[in-house]
């Protein structure tokens, strides 16, 4: 296999064969480093206790979400830059350099002293390194989803690109597990102070393995398209405006879904009071069906297309949000709190995985990591980092704690419309 640093090189050989193993290669860096970026959300408290101490905990809060929206501000600057790299170098290249860059960053917010002990550098250095991960989260989801794209068979590309969706739930998955043992393990007061840096520390271990699976994947961009690719170079993406817009929308919808989702750890504990432990399970009752559903769901769009599985999931989708937290907010205890959230991210995840395979099939091979990484990056920045600051503001000064389902709603008669909008995209069978 050619070396990533000389293109000239890598496009002048035969396409090697993409293997089972190196599509799960793929999916395991992916949910690594989601996890890396998603860890943050499900510790925004105790965070906010050692960065941005306070004497009100609601502005403790604020502060450590606002920093976790920080994130998603550099994720558009990283989807155009890293994107154009993988559409003109490759895709292999620009999906070592995005999990180098998520290693260094979660290693970084791991090791960064409190408050306490150095003042205001503190939170300086925990926003810098939310940018860093946001630029190298906005570069991944291009390559990776155009590498599952171009891996699979033209009849298997929901299934294959359903796995997109996938690693980002063995993320939430992964990240619950990990809060609700260290939470048996050493217990509340320890996880406060100092236990949380050991979930970080852990998505950092990890990272030699991550390197050593993405740096022996093989190519995608192949060298029969070099001339496509090089015309991308300036990231003509004029031809794309409808799918862009229609794209943004679908992916709004999905994002506040998911991070209303990702804020329900936090909403347990701020809103209504059920313990530590048992509101970090939380990511896993979102996570499992998540997983389960987003490969059924890819799968079955590759049966009936994609149109369908982006309408009807999320007709349902509308019907069952407000009934949901209802529930939630009446019972107010964990049972019901996991129950009702995994069976709107089962729903969800239905019509979510369809969007990226949708979205990507639109698009030209010679802008495609570009196009998606930017058209996802833009709407994920600006409604993914505002999401979870929105909904702990939102019920701040309501005092509704049902504020999450009318947020969730909105967004999704939005991308209802869109997914009305769109165009069927799977290719037709014979």
Known sequence: MADAAAPGAMVAREPTPILRRHVLGVVIGNALEFYDFLIYAF????IGKTFFPSDSPFASLMASLVTFGAGFVARPIGAVVIGRFADRVGRRPAMVLTFAMMGGSILGLALTPSFAAIGLLAPVLVVVWRLAQGFALGGEVGPTTAFLVEASPPAQRGFYSAWQGASQAIAS????????SLAAIIGTAALETWGWRVAFALGAVVLPIGLLIRRNLPETLHHAEAPQAAQAARGDLAGHARIAVLGMALILSGTVTTYVQNYMTTYAITTLNIPTAAALVAPVAVGAPLFIFSLIGGALSDRIGRKPLLIWPRVLLLLLIWPVFTLIVKNR?????LAGNALLAAVHAFCAVTIVVAITESLRKDVRSLGLATIYATSV???GGSTQPIVAWLIHVTGDPMAPAWYMLGANVIGLVAALLMKETAPTRA
């Open 333 to 337: 205890d964990a049972v019901t709190l």
């Open 173 to 180: 998955i992964s990240g619950g597990l990990v809060g609700v």
């Open 43 to 46: 510790f925004a408290v105790q």
């Open 381 to 383: 920045a600006v409604f």
